[in-house]
């Protein structure tokens, strides 16, 4: 059996790797509460399996989640007027 050896890693490497796991993992939180809260399964099981050292993540919570809460109260405002137009008929 052949042991494959590291090299040492010098401190500086350390800390950026530490402050990369530190923001990841607290990006990934982030992304993972506001998907299960908008009850978005398709993007929390993304976030949850893809690792993009939070840049998908913060993708998600500034730009998608905000555009699919947009999208979603157009819908149920037309869905309203829709409603509210039936009722006037009648």
Do not use: C
């Amino acid at each position: 059996m052949q042991i494959i050896y590291l090299p040492d890693i010098t401190p500086l490497i350390a800390i950026v790797l530490a402050v990369a796991l530190a923001w990841s993992i607290a990006w990934k939180g982030i992304a993972l509460w506001t998907a299960a809260k908008k009850n978005h399964l398709a993007w929390f099981v993304v976030l949850l399996i893809v690792n993009t050292v939070g840049i998908l993540e913060i993708l998600y919570v500034y730009i998608f989640s905000a555009k699919l809460q947009r999208q979603f109260k157009q819908q149920i405002k037309k869905k309203l007027r829709k409603t509210a137009r039936r009722k006037r008929r009648k």
